[in-house]
T-cell receptor, first 111, second 115 residues
């Protein structure tokens, strides 16, 4: 069964305490893995797209990496404003439009 | 506008009623998507339009749900005989075109509550 699983479900960090979020997937024919950030009451905000194993992308304090079975979102020296739900999604097979999302990781960064 | 817009932002209705939710995509985007998000879950795909036609409607849960995009821009999601289980946030997204390489940009969503 095609699945996307994110861990942990929730993560609490102190400001400046670096950590990683995980997204593991079991799909055939990956065509892209996407990371989004979602603030309460808002729609998901696009962060990164990764297409092949070994690829990495960075934006400010965030760095996304991809292997053949999982992706990591590394957060370096987080700030309270990084608090949000981080969603991972995959596009695979012949589903050119459909994104399959994980359940998200709720990140809270305390000052 | 600069982003995807959705109206209304909130909709409260009674069980059995009909509702319409509207989505205005980013100007120039030919692909449009509808998702549904329940509390504590990631968005769940409903339907994808490329231009005026539904390219993939495999996520529509049953025949009470229907979506149109008659002129290839604005889209309306229609739900007949609403049920309490339909309560969720309905998200719309658009991308420059369909295909694997294009990111989807989301609107703020419509929160539907069925009493």
């Amino acid at each position: 069964e095609d699945q996307v699983t994110q861990s942990p479900e929730a993560l609490r960090l102190q400001e400046g305490e670096s950590s990683s979020l995980n997204c593991s997937y079991t799909v055939s024919g990956l065509r892209g893995l996407f990371w989004y950030r979602q603030d309460p009451g808002k729609g998901p905000e696009f962060l990164f797209t990764l297409y092949s194993a070994g690829e990495e992308k960075e934006k400010e304090r965030l760095k996304a990496t991809l292997t053949k079975k999982e992706s990591f979102l590394h957060i370096t020296a987080p700030k309270p404003e990084d608090s949000a739900t981080y969603l991972c999604a995959v596009r695979f097979g012949t589903s050119y439009g459909k994104l399959t999302f994980g359940q998200g990781t709720i990140l809270t960064v305390h000052p | 506008g600069a982003g995807v817009s959705q109206t209304p932002s909130n909709k409260v209705t009674e069980k059995g009623k009909y509702v319409e939710l509207r989505c205005d995509p980013i100007s120039g985007h030919t692909a449009l998507y509808w998702y549904r998000q329940s509390l504590g879950q990631g968005p769940e795909f409903l339907i994808y339009f490329q231009g005026t036609g539904a390219a993939d409607d495999s996520g529509l849960p049953n025949d009470r749900f229907f979506a149109v995009r008659p002129e290839g821009s604005v889209s309306t999601l229609k739900i007949q005989r609403t049920e309490r289980g339909d309560s969720a946030v309905y998200l719309c997204a658009s991308s420059l075109t369909g295909g694997a390489v294009y990111e989807q940009f989301f609107g703020p969503g419509t929160r539907l509550t069925v009493l």
